[in-house]
């Protein structure tokens, strides 16, 4: 026994895993027991099934890791509820378990791992094909592991659980509540991702702004509750557009942003440092990404039974050479684009479009 505890007090601190954990554990439990397959197992009582987690087997008798049972025809089930840890004679005791019929188990035995809060997590066991008797302070080891286990899978539990939570922290952190869309804290990210991604390719990017005009007038007329879903459905429309290497990004208010990668800037299509180009094929990629993300917001939409017919959106989209360029230089010209297109939009009488109820 002096030996087990030495070696338990070298394996438990280098855990890292529950693996690490368990598998040492129920290598000492078989040579203590002389149990043929040791075992730990997890159970759904809400599912009514047991999962074999990890098995140590040293004989005939096999227990498959990731076997899964119902939890009704289990002996563990048995064992727990009629409080009888160690059975040598598992034929007599319990002959309609089909289970144990089918694994040949004549002795048999089983503690529970618990939370905390005494909810059962699973179940640690052994088990042979012949009568092996197992004594007191075989058993009172299998308390101890299947404490230690319980301590382990509640702390995997809650750094899973902590992770989850970090991430939907992160999650909220770059998503516009509103519409489900990027941020601005994310745009900025990715499109200083991108422009350094370009720089390095010898590619050139693709920055747009949206500026919903008469959106005031939408929410003025019609209140902040419709004005809200007509930013919704506008985010929807524009999202079928884009290509899945842009990114989609609400600014706030009725601003909306897309980067994407553009032409590769190697075949000949020369730029200024971060400058706007003029190449015929630049400026087509960019007139396309325009003319896609202009008409997705144009039409009728339905808010809270109330119809708007909308005249669409300004978009001025830029293709650009990233090199020496910064993420707001890059809004900046794709701003500057965009209100050149609200300005010809005004000369047209385009000024705001009207929100008809």
Not at 306 to 313: C, L, N, R, W
Request: aromatic share 4%; charged share 25%.
């Amino acid at each position: 026994m002096e030996a087990l505890i030495a070696q338990l007090s070298t394996t438990v601190p280098k855990a890292r895993s529950l693996e690490q954990l368990t598998r040492p554990l129920l290598d000492m439990l078989g040579t203590v027991t002389g149990l043929e397959s040791t075992y730990l197992t997890t159970v759904d009582e809400r599912a009514a099934q047991q999962r074999v987690v990890l098995a140590r087997n040293a004989g005939t008798l096999q227990i498959r890791e990731g076997l899964v049972v119902d939890w009704q025809d289990t002996l563990c089930r048995r064992a727990l509820e009629e409080d009888h840890p160690v059975t040598l004679d598992v034929p007599q005791r319990w002959p309609d378990s089909a289970a144990a019929r089918r694994l040949g188990i004549q002795t048999f035995v089983s503690t529970p791992v618990r939370s905390d809060d005494g909810a059962l997590i699973g179940t640690l066991c052994g088990a042979s094909a012949q009568a092996r008797p197992v004594d007191s302070q075989a058993l009172a080891l299998m308390s101890l592991f299947s404490a230690l286990v319980g301590q382990f899978i509640q702390r995997e539990r809650l750094v899973e659980e902590l992770r989850a939570a970090n991430e939907q922290l992160a999650t909220f952190a770059l998503t516009d509540p509103l519409t489900g869309l990027p941020n601005r804290r994310a745009l900025f990210d990715e499109l200083q991702r991108l422009i350094q991604r370009a720089s390095r390719d010898g590619s050139s990017v693709l920055v747009g702004c949206i500026d919903l005009d008469g959106f005031k007038a939408i929410n003025d007329r019609l209140g902040h509750q419709r004005g809200d879903q007509f930013l919704r459905e506008v985010a929807q429309r524009l999202s079928l557009e884009m290509r899945g290497s842009d990114m989609l990004a609400r600014m706030g208010g009725d601003e909306f942003v897309v980067v994407g990668p553009g032409l590769d800037l190697r075949a000949g299509r020369s730029a200024e440092p971060g400058a706007v180009m003029d190449h015929p094929e630049a400026l087509q990629a960019a007139a396309t990404l325009q003319q896609r993300a202009t008409l997705a917001t144009v039409g009728r939409f339905e808010l809270d039974g109330e119809a708007v017919q909308y005249a669409g959106a300004s978009v001025g989209v830029v293709a650009l050479n990233p090199v020496g360029l910064t993420a707001e230089e890059a809004l900046h010209r794709a701003d500057a684009r965009m209100y050149e297109v609200k300005r010809a939009r005004q000369q047209q009488r385009l000024t705001v479009p009207e929100a008809t109820p």
